[in-house]
């Protein structure tokens, strides 16, 4: 039996969506659907499952981990569209009886029913599209304990459940209002100040994320349903927005049921955020930490909505990262996690957050050198205030289209880089003619691939009898090398050799847009100092004027002279030399001890 994660972009805010499909292509497949992200996402997951699963496909269980917008909004429509057998959702007006002693005396039981139905029109809709169903669905609580296919309910606990209730933001007031975090301009930049301290203290050794984050993740998010499948072998689980409360109890029931093991997939609570994980609860969950050689564990992945660049915060990608968990994001493209099956034709494999940052982000900066320059002259450095924020503003906003812009250029022009280089080289490089690696170690990396492959390697005179049919085979072999060569730890060269290749390349795609930019930028700054003719150079301002036409200048010359094409083709050769050199350590024989799983400490 195999297995799929897929996770769907819900939009350029933070949404989950995910779509999980089992079995095999004898005795079928089962989906199970959680979480259908804002209103619009609804169409994305139909299209995927009509596109992927079939247009006639049973979903088996639906479940809705918690009742927030970006979670349950999308169910109803998906509901309407397929036949569902299984619905997992909490309502929390079916417990008014054990809750109404805790919200205000003008409430009888029905008045509060009521009043928590009204509060949740989106399960409400769910509840009237199922009940409209030919074959209705059975809407079911999903508490603790609960089998859902292969998936196992850690949290909630159906008593932690209740106790939460009159928390919940979509409840009625209860008798205890707590203290909210401030909103006021200095408050924010006081949050501010204490992010970029705790980031810049982060290192391998010292730890900044908090065991007691304030404010705390809120009730709504620690009352989400947290599941744990073990699929053919791979231990998966799927976390939703949970907090440290909710993981802590998660942990406490695995542990009461002997669910012990490594975990090989974890979604990361709440798209990253710094309040629903703690250095305690990780080492729980995913170990002790580790030092930065040794092999990873599993991997992490985190659904961030296409402009939330804010999420994942460093210190939680470095608090997986250290535990032997590298942190893959989806942003705007949908993202598989395949296990014991291969990648499905034309889908991407997920890339890990350093690469977005070193590969996306960077080359966004490089470009974007001239726009900050001209707004940092008309911004005060002498004292904080709003300025700080509106230009604050205006970088993040900057950084973020220029990072989206990298990757999509760089996207496009990859077509003909390719084509311009002959095919991938990670294909030439394996032909028989072809002599970047000598012969010797071309026939044992050709050995491999034919045992992985199942299929004969290519000798010199069937590849000059039939070039396309071999490099059909030399393709599907560079495929199977990337997709067993993800550990970053492991192959910790290769992988800085793709950060490289995918930083010229972005960069490259930037180079028009980049250029555009520095030209207007330029004609700005001579215009304004022509305007203000003759030049006083004793004013600030005309000085930085003269500093950007400088810096444009500069920077014009690099992006037309130093970022081209033959730069790019150099860093395609070494990451695809570096990858077929790979074969070596993936030709070795697997140790016991390398395979082990750590044993769970209950006490």
């Not at 909004?73 to 805790?102: C, S």
């Not at 989206?404 to 390719?418: F, H, L, Q, V």
């Not at 070039?467 to 060269?493: I, Q």
């Amino acid at each position: 039996m195999s297995v799929e994660i897929d996770f769907l972009p819900a939009g350029d805010d933070s949404g989950d969506a995910i779509c999980v499909r089992f079995g095999n292509d004898l005795q079928g497949y089962q989906v199970h659907v959680i979480d259908g992200g804002y209103s619009a996402t609804s169409d994305t997951i139909i299209q995927h499952i009509e596109e992927f699963y079939g247009r006639d496909t049973i979903i088996s269980h639906m479940v809705l981990s918690h009742a927030d917008d970006d979670h349950a909004t999308g169910l109803a429509k998906v509901v309407e569209r397929f036949h569902v057998q299984n619905i997992w959702m909490n309502r929390p007006w079916l417990f008014v009886r054990e809750t109404i002693q805790h919200f205000h005396k003008n409430f009888g039981e029905e008045g509060l029913y009521k009043k928590m139905r009204d509060l949740h029109p989106y399960l409400i809709e769910i509840e009237a599209v199922a009940a409209r169903k030919t074959y209705k669905p059975q809407i079911r609580d999903v508490f603790q304990g609960a089998q859902i296919g292969p998936f196992l309910v850690l949290a909630p606990s159906r008593d932690r459940y209740i106790e939460m209730i009159p928390f919940l933001e979509k409840t009625p007031t209860h008798y205890v209002q707590e203290a909210r975090p401030s909103t006021t301009l200095g408050g924010i930049l006081a949050e501010a100040a204490k992010r970029a301290v705790n980031y810049i203290d982060e290192k391998w050794d010292i730890e900044t994320l908090p065991n007691n984050p304030q404010p705390p993740t809120s009730y709504s998010n620690e009352s989400s349903v947290v599941q744990y499948g073990l699929i053919e072998g791979k231990r998966i689980l799927l976390t939703a927005d949970v907090g440290p409360v909710g993981l802590n109890e998660a942990v406490d029931y695995a542990i009461s049921r002997n669910l012990i093991g490594q975990l090989d997939f974890i979604q990361v609570p709440h798209h990253g955020s710094r309040h629903n994980v703690t250095p305690n609860v990780l080492d729980r969950l995913l170990g002790a930490k580790q030092g930065k050689d040794t092999p990873r564990r599993g991997v992490a992945m985190a659904s961030v909505g296409k402009k939330k660049f804010e999420h994942p915060r460093p210190q939680v990608i470095n608090a997986f990262r250290r535990r032997g968990y590298p942190m893959w994001t989806m942003r705007s493209t949908a993202l598989c996690m395949p296990f014991s099956r291969p990648h499905r034709d034309g889908w991407r494999s997920p890339e890990p957050e350093e690469y977005t940052l070193s590969a996306r982000l960077a080359p966004a900066i490089i470009a974007g050198i001239p726009a900050f320059a001209f707004a940092a002259i008309f911004v005060s450095w002498s004292s904080l205030g709003l300025p700080h924020l509106a230009a604050s503003l205006g970088l993040t906003i900057l950084f973020a289209a220029f990072s989206d812009i990298a990757r999509r250029r760089g996207r496009k022009i990859e077509p003909g880089i390719t084509k311009k280089m002959g095919g991938l080289p990670s294909t030439t490089m394996l032909r028989h003619r072809d002599k970047t690696i000598d012969p010797a170690t071309k026939a044992k990396i050709h050995t491999l691939l034919a045992g992985k492959l199942n299929t004969p390697a290519p000798t010199p005179a069937q590849e000059e009898a039939d070039p396309k049919a071999a490099d059909t085979f030399y393709a599907r072999g560079g495929t199977w090398l990337r997709e067993n060569t993800r550990d970053t730890k492991k192959f910790r060269v290769l992988f800085n050799e793709n950060i490289s290749y995918g930083f010229r390349r972005n960069l490259l795609g930037l180079r028009v847009p980049g250029l555009i930019l520095n030209a207007a930028i330029l004609i700005i700054c001579v215009g304004a100092l022509a305007y203000r003719y003759p030049i006083d150079l004793s004013n600030s301002f005309n000085d930085g004027l003269l500093a950007v036409i400088v810096t444009s200048m500069l920077h014009a010359s690099y992006q037309a002279f130093l970022v081209t094409e033959e730069s790019v083709f150099g860093a395609a050769r070494i990451y695809a030399r570096q990858l077929l050199m790979s074969t070596e350590k993936l030709d070795k024989p697997v140790t016991a001890a390398s395979t082990r799983s750590r044993a769970t400490k209950a006490k």
